[in-house]
């Protein structure tokens, strides 16, 4: 090796050259001394080694987080609806069962609307069950009394109908004697006023001829309309003649040759045949009616023993789906202004008061089950794959001294995560099983036990190094001089403490280093 001569060596005075070279070796060779110490001779110091022992120990691997005790139960309890308050039926610390009411609005609008749907459901279904079950054979029973009554009173006017073509009969058969005793006594000539009324005579015996065949006719109830027909049109065509006599008598001589006498008798057989006409149209108007009544009544009992149509039933459901939806949706208008237990707990919260006007969705009520409880912890990523559900948790609480232990188990490892303080971690939850004294909201300390390995042995993590993939110790070789030599060991479980197990490569009892002062 070639070592330079430093500048301030050269800048030696000259004049003893002999001295000179004395300090240049002796310069020289205090550097290499140093040179060589810090080479070979530091690394075997013993006083910068700090050594320990490879034993056997019990070893446990834990996740330490802190959280909060909550209830199984934690629910915020709100109206749906707006409305006045009038009743608080709870305080805080009540237990209450699911279902019970805690508190309601004003409800006198909402129950008579729910009133009325309720009415309109009943009606609607009653319609449907009558349609599709039929009626009673009460209810047949009034319709065929109706076909009956109409069939009677049909019957009853045809009956009477005998009397009333009689009457017509005996108005066109005075007529007809009354005219012609007049045409016998004043119209005998075979002048133009004789020819009228022996034709008009004649006429009205022809109405007369069949006016008493339309009554035999009668006789058969079948042909009662036509004869009633018939015989208005007897009537009409006598009243016609005995106006055109009647018009002869006031013509040139006849005026004065016939009697007042006569012409009044004239008049009176007109009045008597507009008086029969009369009764023969108020009769065909009367059996019209009748028989309009009769098929109407026969229509309604066919139709109330026939099926229903499924065009019908359809209809009747339909209106029955719709009142109950009337029915549904008031009952939802109700509930809306009551606040009810969903479930069984213990009231801690009231923020509500009679007379004050409620909000939709805010909360007036806290339902919790302080019976139930469990602790709730967010454990970051760095931590969390090693949990299980399962694992065994041991807790103290802030509120209750470090020094109780209460002991419980992870329940669940919520797969979300969420980020706090830029750290990702995930919600874990623990039982609280028989611990007295704790409340909702308590702080809880969480030691969960991901491992543990009895009677293994161990050493510093601060002996590992770790090289090329690889795990080794340093093994003292003299424990005075403190010298070692480096041994691959295969490591286990990291524990808590800054232990390390090891599976092999050293045994119970060597000596190790476990920190080299630089």
Known sequence: MKIKVPKFLKNLPAGRHGKRNIWITAILALI???????????????????????????????VLSTGQVVSGTDLSLSFQGSGVVRRVSVKEGDKVYQGQVLASLDQSSALATLTSAKGAL?????????????????????????????????????????ITLNNSYTAIYNAYSNVANLQINYFSASDQQGIVVQENRNSIGNNLANAKASI??????????????NMQNYLNSAFNSLQIIRDQCDQAAYYSNVPAADKASLDAQKTAIITATTSINTLQSSIASYKTALQTAQDNLSAKQAKPRQEDVDLAEGQVLSAQGQVESAQAVLNNSIVAAPTSGTITQVDIKVGELATPSKEVIVLQDIGNLHAEADVSEANVASLQIGQPIDYTFDALGPDRHFA????????????????VDYKVTGSLDNVPDIKPG?????TILVAKKDNVLAVPSTAIINSNSKQYVKVIDDPKKKTYHQVQVQTGLQADGGLVEIISGITDGQEIVTYIKP
Do not use: H
Not at 138 to 151: G, K, L, P
Not at 216 to 226: K, R, T, V
């Open 32 to 62: 290499l001394i140093i040179i060589l110490y810090f080479i070979f001779g530091r690394g075997n110091n013993p006083g910068s080694i700090q050594t320990g022992f490879a034993t056997k120990q019990n070893l446990q691997e834990t």
């Open 122 to 162: 009943a009606q609607a279904q009653a319609s449907y069950d009558k349609l599709v079950n039929g009626l009673s054979q009460s209810d047949i029973q009034v319709y065929q009394n109706a076909v009956s009554s109409a069939q009677v009173n049909l019957n009853n006017t045809y009956n009477s109908a005998l």
């Open 408 to 423: 419980g188990k992870v329940l669940t490892i919520n797969p979300a995560s969420t980020v706090i303080s830029g750290v």
């Open 216 to 229: 035999s006719q009668a006789n058969n109830p079948g042909n009662i309309d036509l004869a009633i027909s």
């Open 442 to 446: 308590m702080t809880a300390n969480m």
